[in-house]
């Protein structure tokens, strides 16, 4: 009896030019120290924010993450059903503060030792679906007249007057974002959903050199009037290149645990997931370096035991090939540690495995080759999916 589908394992190995897709707190380029190497880093938060927007725009469907969800409801009611500003400002106020989350209150961007009356943060970030907001100003139209008599929230002591539970039930609402993602707010009971998708920081497959790059703005003026010399602007920003390895893997129980038992729903979630951690990019620096490239080579397996990185294929460096570059010689790698590290594991383990990419010669270690990512996807999915095995995974 051939045993469930339970992960489904993506990898991608994806030459960047020159790029600094995800800064630390200098505006330096992210690093990690691998194999005695180092190496240019994108973090997993980063590269799983660019795919939850792809993934979105895909389904359809949208997640709010935010600490001012009080100040949307506002901008709903005043904006789109006409409520008076202050009225408005007031129930955005009391939704709010109308959970269990605590919550302070904004300052005055001109006199920041003056709080502003209603217009409440709250001190965790909540997560909802974009439907939420439209839910959230219905409860206040019902409670209008309740709102009309009641008081500003001026502190985090005051209390709103609408009952908590209305609130909390809205705010607990999950959508397939939710359910594929998941979601930490532990200041409400029962809210917190466990994600069915891991994803690891990008890295390099070989060593990196951060580059400085100077930079200098000419002053329109002064350039057509030729009465100064020097530029009206000088700096530098780091950038660096390379190929990098991505893995992220999806637990099908958990997903199933989040869904019910839906094959379809799992289906277009899944499929929706794995083309976003294809095709997504983050955005930083985009106007000044534009490094949209796809990825070489990308390798889905469906696993009935656990989830498997090749990372460890690159822990001794890739070093460059005679005429330059490092994406051969990098899928060779992986090609190479895939087909060991499954041998080793055992291959039953494996329900299907397949790849698509750029190489045109054939790679054992990853199973079947597909013309297009599409393809890898369904056939992947036909696999995990078809025939029973969402039921199984449950």
């Given at each position: 009896?051939?045993?469930?589908?339970?992960?489904?394992?993506?990898?991608?190995?994806?030459?960047?030019?020159?790029?600094?897709?995800?800064?630390?707190?200098?505006?330096?380029?992210?690093?990690?120290?691998?194999?005695?190497?180092?190496?240019?880093?994108?973090?997993?938060?980063?590269?799983?924010?660019?795919?939850?927007?792809?993934?979105?725009e895909r389904?359809?469907?949208?997640?709010?993450r935010?600490?001012?969800?009080g100040?949307r409801?506002?901008?709903?009611?005043?904006?789109?059903r006409?409520?008076?500003?202050?009225?408005?400002?007031?129930?955005?106020?009391?939704?709010a503060?109308?959970?269990?989350?605590?919550?302070?209150?904004?300052?005055?961007?001109?006199?920041?030792?003056?709080i502003?009356?209603?217009?409440?943060?709250?001190?965790?970030?909540?997560?909802?679906?974009?439907a939420?907001?439209?839910?959230l100003?219905?409860?206040?139209?019902?409670?209008?007249?309740a709102?009309?008599?009641?008081?500003?929230?001026k502190?985090p002591?005051?209390?709103?007057v609408?009952?908590?539970?209305?609130i909390?039930?809205?705010?607990?609402?999950?959508?397939?974002v939710?359910?594929?993602f998941?979601?930490?707010?532990?200041?409400?009971?029962?809210?917190?959903?466990?994600?069915?998708?891991?994803v690891?920081h990008?890295l390099?497959?070989?060593?990196?050199?951060?580059?400085?790059?100077y930079?200098?703005?000419?002053?329109?003026?002064?350039?057509a009037?030729d009465d100064?010399?020097?530029s009206?602007?000088?700096?530098?920003?780091?950038?660096s290149?390379?190929?990098?390895?991505?893995?992220?893997?999806?637990?099908?129980?958990d997903?199933?645990a989040?869904?019910?038992?839906?094959?379809?729903a799992?289906?277009?979630?899944?499929?929706?997931?794995?083309?976003?951690?294809?095709?997504?990019?983050?955005?930083?620096?985009?106007?000044?370096?534009?490094?949209?490239?796809?990825?070489?080579?990308?390798?889905?397996?469906?696993?009935?035991?656990r989830?498997?990185?090749?990372?460890?294929?690159?822990?001794?460096?890739?070093?460059?090939?005679?005429?330059?570059?490092?994406?051969?010689?990098s899928?060779?790698?992986?090609?190479?540690?895939a087909e060991?590290a499954?041998?080793?594991?055992?291959?039953?383990?494996?329900?299907?495995?397949?790849?698509?990419?750029?190489?045109?010669?054939?790679?054992?270690?990853?199973?079947?080759?597909h013309?297009?990512?599409?393809?890898?996807?369904s056939?992947?999915?036909?696999?995990a999916?078809?025939?029973?095995?969402?039921?199984?995974?449950?």
């Amino acid at each position: 009896m051939t045993a469930p589908a339970r992960f489904i394992d993506i990898h991608a190995l994806q030459s960047i030019p020159f790029a600094n897709l995800n800064r630390d707190d200098t505006n330096s380029v992210k690093t990690v120290q691998y194999g005695n190497t180092l190496r240019t880093r994108v973090s997993s938060q980063s590269w799983k924010r660019a795919m939850r927007t792809f993934f979105q725009e895909r389904i359809g469907d949208a997640a709010l993450r935010t600490r001012r969800i009080g100040e949307r409801v506002t901008r709903e009611l005043r904006e789109q059903r006409g409520w008076p500003s202050e009225l408005a400002q007031r129930a955005g106020g009391h939704i709010a503060a109308g959970s269990s989350i605590k919550f302070e209150l904004a300052k005055n961007r001109e006199d920041p030792k003056q709080i502003v009356p209603n217009k409440v943060l709250t001190n965790a970030m909540v997560y909802v679906p974009q439907a939420a907001v439209t839910e959230l100003a219905d409860f206040a139209e019902e409670k209008r007249e309740a709102l009309e008599k009641a008081k500003d929230i001026k502190k985090p002591s005051d209390k709103s007057v609408l009952p908590n539970d209305r609130i909390e039930a809205v705010l607990r609402s999950r959508n397939g974002v939710i359910n594929l993602f998941g979601r930490m707010l532990a200041e409400i009971d029962d809210a917190g959903v466990d994600g069915a998708v891991q994803v690891a920081h990008a890295l390099t497959t070989h060593a990196t050199d951060v580059e400085l790059d100077y930079f200098s703005a000419v002053d329109d003026i002064t350039d057509a009037w030729d009465d100064a010399t020097g530029s009206g602007h000088m700096g530098h920003a780091e950038f660096s290149a390379g190929t990098f390895y991505r893995y992220a893997t999806v637990d099908l129980r958990d997903l199933t645990a989040n869904i019910g038992d839906d094959p379809q729903a799992a289906r277009e979630l899944v499929s929706a997931f794995l083309a976003s951690f294809i095709e997504s990019l983050p955005q930083a620096k985009k106007n000044s370096t534009a490094p949209h490239t796809i990825p070489g080579l990308v390798h889905v397996a469906v696993r009935s035991d656990r989830p498997l990185s090749y990372a460890a294929a690159f822990e001794e460096p890739v070093r460059a090939a005679d005429i330059g570059g490092f994406a051969a010689r990098s899928v060779t790698a992986l090609d190479t540690y895939a087909e060991a590290a499954n041998k080793l594991l055992g291959t039953g383990r494996i329900l299907t495995s397949g790849w698509a990419g750029l190489d045109p010669k054939d790679l054992t270690g990853l199973g079947r080759r597909h013309d297009s990512f599409d393809g890898l996807i369904s056939h992947a999915l036909d696999t995990a999916l078809g025939d029973g095995g969402a039921e199984a995974a449950a």
